[in-house]
């Protein structure tokens, strides 16, 4: 009973139970909401790299072995409540853009997937990754939050034909008579409803409720509920670095690795926010063992006749259930192990009873759209380019490189670049009082954190006179003072937002101390 007591004091200290307001009941119900909608990777991988002649069996088990050291490596290190397999984007581009497309072997592919491994893995212990993400602007950040839930809706709708192309609209309206079409929107409102009602396990719940409908209306019971797959793999059919032509490789690497930092990034902020267990200072705790996990899983998947591994935006399904720690990581994958052998079992849940949960991810993933400044053109239109390209391309990682693109235009446009440099290089020395005027403001002790920043919220934390603020608008840049500067507080605290940071958002914060006592 007292070994009992210490092993649960042990995870809650742990994993951070108490601080994140969770329990292991929570954590159980979000691994399997995350594990049953991305589960879909245990069938859809082999399909793909069968066409590589590859044995579909070892394939299914080089996908779970990889997906699950993950998984582990992300809740134990990380303490993040995140599901991390290999991307089936990528087994595509392997597949038909590598191999087909540029005639690369087998071996030359998957050691191209090796490399771009093992260089993610020197990027995080380099923390290279975590610069990366603390580069990437705050409009971009927030736009990639939107935009892969726009994206997960997207995915849900076109599965169950609801959006469907069309030559003259592009896009249209599925055949609304057919039960495909409405049988998700009733799973839709069944879990809203649960959910809006705080039933526990509604999604679990909705998942179930529909996957037994679905099979009622087509008579699709599943024949076969378990199946042992072939466990042995040959490493050395997948990997050689003597017979390679490396310069016919450079290019998937580049590609694997890109997406590694680029895609993983974003994907690792969005959930984090989304789990609410981001620091106020912006940054994410256990980004950089999700990152060593991604390259090492990555790794591993290579070895074994996979494709790289990536953090999968299906998380958000286990953290709206309730997940909040590495816990439910672990848990995902200790569940991707148990599933080998009922492979055939999870294959047979349809997709009306998954779409659902992907258009209720969406709208919840919409719920960042207000944190953007939309009057401020420079935050606004980057922003607005990471949301709506990432559906419309059908990819997360173009969605951030247009974002990217954009934000650097406007941080040479509105004229910051300059000032950032001028600030840095060709700042006047301090005065003896060591103060300084900013915005005609007298200020000292001032931290520089790191150079720049297009928008300045100026907090003044007086409330005897807010009927004598007013607001300033210059280059992008608000500002809020007060006109009675006698009955300020003992401290002010001036927070420069800086757009050119990922992870870190306040880069300059100036501290006044006042000589009125108040």
């Known amino acids: 009973m007292n070994a009992d007591r210490s092993w649960k004091e042990w995870m809650e200290e742990k994993f951070l139970f108490r601080e994140r307001n969770t329990d292991l009941a929570k954590e159980i119900r979000a691994a399997l909401a995350t594990f049953f909608t991305m589960s879909y990777i245990l069938l859809v991988n082999p399909q793909l790299l069968s066409k590589l002649g590859l044995p579909a069996d070892s394939i299914v088990v080089s996908t779970a072995l990889a997906s699950a050291i993950s998984c582990f490596l992300t809740g134990y290190f990380g303490n993040l409540p995140l599901g991390l397999a290999p991307g089936v984007g990528l087994s595509t581009y392997l597949t038909y853009g590598m191999v087909f497309g540029d005639g690369l072997t087998i071996k030359e592919a998957f050691t191209s997937v090796f490399i771009a491994g093992a260089l993610l893995l020197v990027f995080s212990i380099t923390r ?131 997406i590694g930092l680029i895609d993983v990034s974003g994907v690792i902020f969005g959930m984090a926010k989304a789990a609410n267990v981001v620091e106020p200072d912006g940054t994410v705790p256990g980004s950089q063992a999700t990152f060593s996990a991604v390259a090492v899983g990555t790794m591993i998947s290579a070895a074994t006749g996979g494709t790289p591994i990536i953090v999968y935006v299906e998380s958000a399904t286990g953290i709206k259930e309730g997940g909040r720690t590495g816990i439910s990581a672990i848990l995902v994958g200790l569940l991707f192990i148990i599933a080998l052998p009922i492979a055939p079992l999870l294959g047979s849940i349809p997709v009306t009873a998954t779409a659902p949960v992907a258009m209720l991810i969406g709208a919840m993933m919409m719920s960042e759209a207000p944190e953007i400044d939309w009057h401020n053109m420079s935050e606004a239109i980057p922003a607005f380019l990471t949301m709506v390209i990432m559906p419309f391309t059908f990819s997360i990682t173009d969605g951030i490189l247009f974002g990217l693109i954009s934000a650097l235009g406007f941080y040479i446009t509105t004229g910051q670049m300059y000032r950032d440099i001028k600030d840095t290089y060709f700042a006047s020395p301090r005065s003896g009082s060591g103060k300084e005027e900013v915005g005609g403001d007298t200020v000292s002790e001032m931290t520089r954190l790191s150079p720049g920043s297009p928008t300045i919220n100026y907090t003044n934390t007086n409330t005897q006179s807010q009927q004598h603020h007013h607001h ?40 006044r101390k006042s000589s009125h006592s108040g």
């Open 128 to 258: 290279i990754s975590e610069s990366l993400m603390s580069f990437i602007p705050r409009s971009v950040k927030i736009g990639t939050i939107v935009g892969m839930g726009l994206q997960i809706a997207l995915v849900g709708m076109t599965s169950v034909k609801m959006v469907v192309p069309n030559q003259e609209t592009i896009v249209g309206l599925g055949d609304v008579s057919h039960y495909q079409v409405w049988l998700p929107l009733v799973g839709l409102i069944l879990i809203g409803s649960l959910l809006f009602h705080q039933v526990e396990g509604g999604i679990l719940i909705g998942i179930g409720v529909m996957t037994v409908v679905t099979w009622v209306i087509e008579s699709s019971y599943p024949s076969t509920w378990v199946q042992l797959p072939n466990v042995f793999i040959d490493v050395s059919q997948f990997l050689s670095f003597t017979d390679i032509r490396l310069m016919k490789c450079l290019p998937g690497i580049a590609a694997f690795t890109f």
């Open 472 to 511: 300033h608008h210059r280059h992008g840049r608000t500002r809020s003072t007060s006109g009675n500067q006698a009955d300020m507080e003992d401290e002010d605290v001036v927070t420069f937002i800086d757009h050119q940071k990922f992870e870190r958002q306040p880069s300059l914060i100036l501290k």
